[in-house]
């Protein structure tokens, strides 16, 4: 049973869209996946509500006898509420989520990581749209980290060659997103192909990069999109990589090389790209190194491009509540860089790197999706995990090629 039939549930695992290197699956772990999803969608519209209540019955009041005032702002109600036994519970349940998801995706793909390994190798087999280079050093802010508790984050390598990291972030992160991001998780790189024909009706951007790209789930849309462009899709990590182009090339893309190397600085020339982009990235950097891969930006982007970023909705203009449950991936989710980007001002930090003022712009972007899968709105995003995001970037003046 699921939605079609009348019932609100998340979509089941079984509907993941299967391609070159999809894991095998079996009953029992189809069936973990699936309690994982209709988890996930529990505690984010279900849940999570009950917060406000504990917050207004106890924690709150309880702060203002002892201090004589309410909290203030979003790290004084995390304190007032770090001892109450309702926010407790949430986020040891949401934490176990995750910790769940990452025991069964590496169970699914660790008991056929050679085989995977295996298949990869046969699809990359001299293919010299693979650029992968072991000097290329992981920064610390990287490697000290297991990026959304998953064991050696994206860069865990137990095999030569090895894809198994790739392969658990792809089997897991349906479960993760209910299903929001469409049938092949690739709902941002749709919904940046349609703002794009929307906003440069028939542009034909000639050279594209994709930073921080992962595996690749949202750089198969623009290359789709944009079959005659030249896309470079950039990663530090060789697993995500491997199994990114493998998983491209036995979807027929043969306009991308994913390349290995640090965004914060890149060897191509100056003003060597039409359209530079990322998708869910830039959480993901410490500040000094979100200011250098924006300079980068600004170094790179050609005379008439355009540059976009997705991410989660800044904090300025919220409510602190909504601050303080949105944080909660910062202290408890391995995402040390998460608040600080989000309480920057964005478009305020391009103009200090030098983007001109009335250039710089907002907007939002929301996921484009298969048929069947479901269509998010706003009263259903899950504090950063919906199929809808906010967006920044600047139009770099000149001939737009």
């Known amino acids: 049973m699921n939605a079609k039939a009348g019932i609100d549930c998340a979509p089941p695992w079984s ?14 772990e189809i069936a973990r996946f699936n309690f994982l999803a209709n988890f996930n969608k529990y505690m984010s519209s279900r849940v999570v509500g009950g917060n406000a209540v504990a917050y207004a019955a106890r924690a709150r009041p309880a702060w203002e006898r002892e201090r004589g005032r309410a909290p203030q702002d979003r790290r004084e109600i995390r304190a007032a509420m770090a001892a109450d036994p309702y926010y407790q519970m949430w986020s040891s349940l949401r934490r176990s989520a995750m910790e769940m998801r990452q025991q069964a995706g590496r169970a699914l793909v660790l008991r056929q990581a050679e085989a995977l390994r295996d298949r990869a190798r046969s699809l990359n087999a001299g293919a ?47 479960a993760t997103t209910t299903g929001l991001f469409g049938r092949y998780l690739d709902g941002a790189g749709g919904g940046v192909a349609r703002w794009l024909a929307a906003r440069r009706p028939g542009w034909q951007p000639r050279r594209i990069l994709d930073l921080g790209c992962g595996l690749g789930h949202n750089t198969v849309p623009l290359a789709r999109a944009f079959p005659d462009a030249d896309i470079v899709a950039v990663d530090l990590a060789a697993p995500m990589l491997r199994y990114g182009h493998a998983r491209a090339a036995g ?17 191509f020339e100056a003003g060597s790209f039409d359209f530079i982009y990322s998708t869910m990235f830039l959480h993901e950097t410490s500040w000094p190194a979100l200011r250098r891969i924006l300079a980068e930006v600004d170094r790179l982007l050609a005379p008439g491009g355009l540059h976009l970023h997705l991410e989660q909705p800044p904090y300025r203009g919220m409510e602190e509540f909504e601050k303080f449950l949105r944080d909660w991936d910062c202290y408890h989710n391995n995402e040390p860089f998460w608040t600080t980007l989000h309480d920057t001002d964005c478009p305020a930090l ?7 003022r009335d250039t710089c712009f907002e907007t939002s972007i929301h996921a484009v999706v298969e048929h069947g899968m479901p269509k998010v709105a706003e009263e259903v995003e899950d504090f950063g995990r919906g199929g809808m995001w906010y967006a920044f970037g600047s139009e770099r003046p000149g001939v737009v090629s």
């Open 15 to 28: 509907d993941v869209g299967q391609h070159a290197m999809s894991p095998q699956a079996t009953h029992d």
């Open 128 to 174: 010299p749209t693979l650029r992968l280079d072991a000097t290329v050093a992981v920064p610390r802010y990287q490697s000290a980290l297991d990026n959304h508790c998953m064991p050696g984050s994206y860069f865990a390598e137990y095999l030569t060659d090895d894809v198994a990291a790739a392969a658990n972030y792809d089997a897991g992160m349906f």
């Open 251 to 267: 979807m027929g893309i043969r306009n991308v090389v994913f390349m290995q190397g640090n965004v914060e600085a890149l060897p």
């Open 350 to 356: 391009l103009r200090s790197i030098g983007f001109a």
